[in-house]
């Protein structure tokens, strides 16, 4: 079978989303591992950030891996969607559903997830990179307008993880049955670890806008 | 018992339809839910009108010819159960039941509750076989099969093809009614021939057919009547990787 038959048929495309779901899944905890750098204090932090960017050449390696994987992973996404869309197109007028939630909305979070990420990308990775304007890292993400110095920004973000939490517990649990791990003897150590994505990582970015964002000024 | 029946009346897949009322009196409880259908369908046509058509064939649950939805749900309320073998004591009396035929692009409607489902049957003849000399059945114990593979192949077996599962699916997906039968014949030895090239066949034939894709929401095991589980589409994904890493690295020899 060739690699295009593989990547165009309904299994392949959803092994290709959970291949790249579950990659992108273990980046987000190499990115919490930098944030909580935050707590640690603010010259540990810039010292991090500053050591991630004398990578130089290799950061941009895997910066472009991470947009291929999340254009592949919405691609992929977007064209199952339209596929199941056309395969049922009368729905029964009785209505009675026992799906979950989680399952039901994955299309929806994702798509807020992307919004997230484009705004992410587009303030912080662009501040971060390209407009410091004498700024350290650590205001940058703490006071600055486009981090967590505006409430605005803060809930956004608040907001935009806990989807995504959402989004990862019915994708990653997906992502098992798609990858054959259901039913094998590694089921239950896998949805132990897939506990910590959806809801231990998720957690920990948001105690960083709910710290900076809000206790901080509070206390 | 009463009972008020709206069904879906729909003369031809080319014709639109819609629901129409039905009210039966003195329905003795005891009775199945296709003889309460036999009853109206003779009170129909002894009115000289239009009996209900609905696919039926040996009413013991084994055959996998009926189903349909009772208010929306595929085969009814009655868990594991088919509508055939769905009585009216599961109803109250004076209910309201809604009867449609199973929703899918692939299962067009030929008449009233009664669907096309030869989508089923191509997806079969890509690959739902296995390869045997025919002559006189072999001695029983000629194959050895271990306990555990014998009775999980067996619970993948006890699909009947009724595409509840593609009617429960909010994708219309065939995924479970497709990995039973791949299931079913890759844990025994027998199946192991075609093996590589089953899984592949029957998931582009399932593609071509129009269904959907699974989103792995679990509404056709909860609705399937003969209880095919999810595990069917894990070991299915399972076949469909290694088949597809087999074929890679037979191609760089």
């Known amino acids: ?28 905890a190499f990115h919490l591992f930098g944030n909580l750098f935050l707590f ?47 395969a049922k197109k009368v729905v029964s007028s009785y209505s009675r559903d026992n799906t979950s939630g989680a399952a039901k909305s994955a299309a929806f979070t994702g798509s807020v997830v992307f919004i997230f990420l484009a705004t992410h990308w587009s303030t912080f990775w662009y501040k971060f990179n390209f407009d410091l304007q004498g700024m350290s890292y650590y205001y940058v ?23 995504l939490g ?22 239950k150590t896998y949805n ?16 960083i806008p709910v710290w900076f964002g809000f206790l901080v000024r509070i206390l | 018992m009463n009972i008020n029946l709206k069904i879906w009346r729909q003369r031809s897949a080319s014709k639109s339809g819609d629901v129409k009322k039905y009210r039966l009196e003195n329905i003795d409880p005891n009775i199945s839910f296709l003889e309460m259908l036999d009853i109206l369908n003779i009170k129909l046509v002894k009115e000289k009108k239009d009996p209900v058509a609905f696919d039926h064939d040996c009413r013991e649950g084994i055959c996998g010819s009926c189903g349909f939805m009772i208010n929306g749900q595929p085969h009814g309320p009655q868990r594991a159960t088919t509508v055939c073998q769905l009585h009216m004591r599961a109803f109250k009396n004076e209910d309201d039941i809604l009867l449609e035929p199973f929703r899918a692009e692939s299962f067009p409607v030929i008449k009233d509750l009664s669907v096309d489902r030869k989508a089923f049957d191509k997806i079969i003849s ?22 555990e593979f014998a009775d999980e192949a067996f619970l993948s077996s006890a699909c009947i093809g009724c595409g509840a599962c593609v009617a429960a699916c909010k994708n219309s997906s065939a995924m479970l009614f497709t990995s039973a039968k791949v299931a079913h014949l890759s ?56 088949s597809t890493l087999a074929g890679f690295l037979k191609k760089k020899e």
Request: aromatic share 10%; glycine share 10%; charged share 15%.
């Open chain 1, 192 to 207: 132990n670890v897939a506990a910590i994505f959806w809801f231990w990582i998720p957690l920990g970015f948001i105690s």
């Open chain 1, 40 to 86: 640690v204090g603010e010259a540990a932090f810039n010292e991090y950030v500053n050591k991630l960017h004398k990578l130089g050449f290799l950061i941009r390696i895997a910066e472009f891996f991470l947009v291929l994987f999340v254009g592949s992973h919405a691609y992929s996404g977007i064209l199952l969607w339209i596929k199941n869309r056309k």
């Open chain 1, 166 to 187: 959402y989004h990862l517990k019915h994708g990653i649990a997906s992502a098992g049955q798609t990858l054959g791990i259901v039913g094998t003897k590694y089921e």
């Open chain 2, 187 to 242: 844990l025994l030895p027998q199946g192991q021939k075609e093996a590589k090239n089953r899984v592949t066949n029957m998931v582009a034939t399932m593609d071509e057919a129009g269904f959907g894709s699974c989103t792995n929401t679990g509404a056709c095991s909860a609705e399937c009547p003969k209880e095919i589980g999810q595990i069917n589409i894990a070991r299915l994904n399972q076949e469909y990787i290694s």
């Open chain 1, 1 to 28: 079978m060739s690699i295009i038959k593989l990547l165009t048929s309904s299994v392949g495309r959803k092994i290709l989303m959970a291949i790249t779901g579950l990659s992108l899944s273990l980046f987000m």
């Open chain 2, 126 to 147: 890509s690959g739902g076989y296995v390869s045997t000399n025919t002559g006189e059945a072999p001695e029983a114990n000629s194959i050895t099969i271990e306990k």
């Open chain 1, 141 to 163: 993400v703490t006071e600055s307008s486009v981090g967590f110095g505006s409430p605005a920004v803060s809930i956004f973000y608040i907001i935009a993880i806990a989807l």
